[in-house]
C-alpha cells in the first residue's frame, strides 16, 4: 500500500517535472472587452467596433516564450454607427460580409519588450490576405485575471478595404488603428 | 465709403452681398452635384465642400446681419407700388431666413447622421442633435423644401434686380454694384 501510494506520488510528481514549461491558459471576458478600429474620412477620426470577437490566450507574463494568442473577429459584426456606412462596408468593396465574415491574428512569438509591455509577432488573415504584423500590447495581472491593452495601426490597401477607386487615401485615409481592450479569466 | 446711407450701400455691404452671391451659387451646385452624385469618393468630396460652404456662409450671414443693424438701410426707389414695397420686404427677410436656416438644417443632418466632420478640415463640428435616423430623414426633407423655397425667391430677387433696372429705370441695381459709391 506505501509502495503504491510512493509510485502515485512519484508519478504526479513526474507529470508535474516533465510538463513543458508554458504559461496558464486564459479565456476573454466579453463583457469587459472591446475592439475598436479608427479609421478617417476627410482627415477626422471615424471610429467604429467589432461588436463579436474571442481571443484565447496561452501566457505566463513572466515567460513569454512559448505562448500563443488566438483572436478571431466576427467582421460581420462591424459597427461605425452610421447607417449608410454600415451599408456600404458589407460590400465587396469594403469588408465583403459574404465572402470573409472572419478575421483572424495568431501568434505564437510573444515578448516582453520592457515592464509589462510585449509584442505578439504574428499573422493577421482578413479579407483573404495573410500578413505577418506586430501587435503591440500591455499586460495588467489583478486578483481575478488581467487585462491585455493596446494599439496598433493597420495599412487598410494591404488587405484590400476599400477597393477600386476607394483604394485612393486622399477621402478615406489608408491607416487605421486598431484599438484592444481584453479582459481574461485563467481557464480551468 | 465703408458706412451706408439712406441711398447708397457702403462698401462693405456690397462685399458680403457679392462674396455671399457667389458662395450661395457654388453652394447650390455643390448641394446638387453631391446629392445626385452614385456612391463614390467624388459624392464625399461634394458633401464635405458643401458642409464647409455652408458653415462659411452660416459665419457671414451672422456677421453680415450685425453689419445691416448697424447702418442705415437705403430706402426703396420712390414710386414702387405698395405690393412691390411688400414684396421687396418680404423676399430680403426670406433670403436671410433661408441663409441661416438652410445651413442650420443641414448641421442636423451631419448631426443626426453622425458623420465625423471638420470644416475645411479645420474646425470640428459639434453635434446639434444626437444621432438619430429619422431625425436625419426629416432634417434633409427640411434641407431639400428649404433649397426648393431658395430657388423660387432667388429667381424672384434677380428677376426683380433686373426689372429695376432694365423697366423702372432706377437705381437698385446699380448702386449694389462695385465702384458706385456716388449716386448720381
Known sequence: ?188 | MLRNTADSWGAPAKLFHWVMAALILAQIALGVMAASWRVSPAKLELFFWHKSTGMLILALVALRLLWRLANPTPALPSGMAAWERAAARLSHLLLYVLMIALPITGWIVNSASNIPFRIFWLVPLPAIVAPDESTAGLAALVHGGLFALLALVLAAHIGAALRHHFVKRNTVLIRMLPGTSRTP
Open chain 1, 1 to 188: 500500500m506505501k509502495k503504491i501510494v510512493a509510485l502515485l506520488g512519484l508519478c504526479g510528481l513526474l507529470t508535474f517535472a516533465l510538463r513543458p514549461a508554458q504559461g496558464a491558459d486564459w479565456k476573454m471576458d466579453p463583457a469587459g472587452s472591446k475592439l475598436e478600429f479608427v479609421a478617417t474620412f476627410e482627415k477626422t477620426a471615424a471610429p467604429g467596433v467589432f461588436k463579436e470577437f474571442d481571443a484565447r490566450l496561452r501566457f505566463d507574463p513572466e515567460k513569454p516564450s512559448g505562448s500563443s494568442l488566438d483572436v478571431t473577429v466576427k467582421v460581420t459584426s462591424a459597427d461605425m454607427n452610421i447607417p449608410d456606412v454600415n451599408k456600404e462596408i458589407r460590400g465587396k468593396d469594403w469588408f465583403d460580409y459574404a465572402g470573409f465574415p472572419q478575421a483572424e491574428f495568431r501568434s505564437t512569438d510573444l515578448r516582453r519588450t520592457e515592464g509589462n509591455r510585449y509584442v505578439a509577432r504574428g499573422t493577421l488573415s482578413l479579407k483573404g490576405v495573410k500578413q505577418a504584423v506586430e501587435v503591440p500590447f500591455t499586460w495588467t495581472g489583478s486578483a481575478d485575471g488581467a487585462v491585455m491593452e493596446g494599439e496598433l495601426t493597420v495599412k487598410r490597401g494591404a488587405f484590400g478595404i476599400g477597393t477600386g477607386e476607394w483604394a485612393a487615401s486622399n477621402v478615406i485615409g489608408a491607416d487605421v488603428k486598431v484599438r484592444f481592450k481584453v479582459k481574461l479569466r485563467k481557464a480551468g
